[in-house]
C-alpha cells in the first residue's frame, strides 16, 4: 500500500522548494493532498522563487493560493488568492512573509475555506467536514491531551 498524507507543512526558512522537489514521485502520484509552505525573504537568498514553486506544484496537478488576513481592496478578513497561470502577478515575489497552500487540483474546492481559517462554512460542507478534516484533528488533539500539552484548535 502506498502512504497518503493529508497535509505537509513545511517551514524550512528558506530552503521550502528544495523540500517540495524532494518529493516529486509522491506529488506526482498525488500522495500528498495539501501542502502548506512559508515563502519570505530568505527564499532570494538561495535562489528559489515563489513562482518556480507555483509552477512546478502546477504541473504536478496542484492549484497554489496565497493565504492573506487581507483582500484586493484591503480589507480584513481571511481570504486566498489563487496563484499561477494567468493569476501571477511580480508582486506576489515580494511580501516579506507569506504562507502558501497547494492542493491537487481535484480536492473538494468548497473546503478551501475552511481550510484557510474562515469561519463560517460554505453551504453543504458540515457533512463534507466531519468526514474529511475533522478525523485529522482528532489524532494530533488525542496526541497533544496524552503528553500533558495543550489542546490546541485549529485555525
Known sequence: DEVVIDMLKID??????KVIYSAEDAL?????????????????ENGATLKAAVEYLHGMGYDSYM???????GDQGCHHIKLGDIYWESVYEQPPLANIMSVVKEY?????????GKNQFPKGADELF?????PLWK?????????????IAPA
Open 67 to 73: 493565504m492573506s488576513q487581507y483582500d484586493c481592496a
Open 12 to 17: 524550512t526558512e528558506g530552503h521550502d522548494l
Open 108 to 116: 473538494d474546492s468548497r473546503m478551501l475555506d475552511v481550510l484557510m
Open 139 to 151: 489524532p494530533a488533539e488525542a496526541s497533544c491531551l496524552e503528553k500533558g500539552l495543550p489542546e
Open 28 to 44: 506526482k502520484k498525488h500522495q500528498i493532498k495539501l501542502i502548506v509552505f512559508e515563502f519570505g525573504a530568505n527564499w532570494g
Open 130 to 134: 466531519e468526514k474529511e478534516i475533522a
